[in-house]
């Protein structure tokens, strides 16, 4: 069964993303040479092949909701904002979910933001998007609310079975924005947003009981090209743009394969495709949220930017988001 959400276009709402933030746990290992993890040596060149130079590992005290509290108060640092701002806390999160309570209420008070709502959201990899237009639709929908927090935080270290090259791919990290009611007539902020689900292709990637270790099948690198392009188009099309209209490319970051897959179906150039898979792996949820935060730091990114990012997710979940920064 394909069961499609039809996108918001929230243009003319006055939502843009006010604050960026990240957090990458201490640990970072580095793949140089001969590689040594969970009990199996990989040859020097094995993580060049896969495209990841290092990536974060959480120690034991970075815990989800401690590595979401770190992301969430950058983004409020940069956005000029106290926690108690905050109307709404939104966790996306997929690698350590539990049954109660929900992980969005520690975050938020830990973070002081006492009077906001706080839950989690899932979908998988794609949990970025599934919680920025969560929170659009709140915040949209409700004249008192002003500001949501946005955290995107996943430990996809231990979602890796031992003994496969996922060891040298999956990294841990969280990222955070915050986003905000402004100016209606701002060119800038949140454009549009569209999350669809497809159930039939829901064991494509799966991670159940009781190791929880991820188990992709192989068709999973041409459905997660299909439907990251599926994703583009529509995004494109529905707001008359082309994909030489847009600045950048900032998506949910698979692996090498998916990357040129996405790169020749949008004629994109390899200039236009920002990721930091090379240097933090694929961190799940986490992975758009960073980038922006870090690219953003950086230079790279800047003011004015036009960004479409696309992600997939275990559900099977494919999405995107459409902004000017």
Request: net charge negative.
């Amino acid at each position: 069964m394909h069961v499609r959400t039809e996108g918001r276009t929230w243009t003319g709402t006055g939502l843009r993303f006010s604050g960026l933030g990240h957090y990458f746990p201490r640990n970072r290992r580095f793949h140089d040479g001969e590689v040594t993890v969970g009990g199996r040596t990989y040859p020097p060149g094995a993580a060049d092949e896969l495209g990841v130079r290092s990536l974060h590992v959480a120690d034991e005290d970075e815990t989800l909701e401690f590595m979401a509290v770190q992301a969430a108060r950058a983004a409020l640092e940069d956005a000029g904002h106290d926690a108690s701002d905050a109307d709404l806390v939104v966790l996306a999160n997929w690698t350590d979910r539990q049954w109660i309570p929900e992980i969005a209420p520690g975050v938020a008070t830990a973070l002081g933001a006492h009077g906001a709502l706080a839950f989690d959201v899932c979908g998988a990899c794609t949990g970025f998007v599934h919680g920025v237009q969560t929170a659009a639709a709140m915040l949209n929908g409700h004249p008192g609310w002003r500001r949501a927090v946005v955290v995107a935080a996943d430990r996809f270290t231990r979602r890796a079975r031992p003994g496969t090259r996922g060891q040298l791919v999956f990294g841990d990290a969280a990222g955070a924005v915050v986003l905000e009611k402004g100016d209606p007539d701002d060119p800038s902020g949140l454009l549009d947003s569209v999350l669809d689900c497809d159930s039939t292709e829901a064991d494509t990637v799966a991670a159940r009981p009781p190791e929880g270790w991820l188990r992709p099948k192989p068709e999973l690198i041409d459905l997660a090209v299909r439907s990251s392009l599926k994703v583009a188009d529509n995004v494109l099309t529905r707001n008359g743009l082309k994909t030489s209209d847009i600045d950048w490319l900032v998506p949910h970051p698979g692996n090498n394969a998916i990357h040129a897959g996405v790169r020749d179906g949008l004629d994109l150039p390899r200039e236009k495709f920002l990721t930091n898979f090379a240097d933090r792996g694929n961190t799940g949820c986490a992975s758009i949220p960073i980038a922006l935060s870090e690219f953003s730091r950086s230079g790279v990114l800047s003011p004015g930017d036009l960004v479409l990012s696309t992600a997939v997710g275990s559900g099977w979940y494919y999405g995107g988001l459409l902004y000017r920064l």
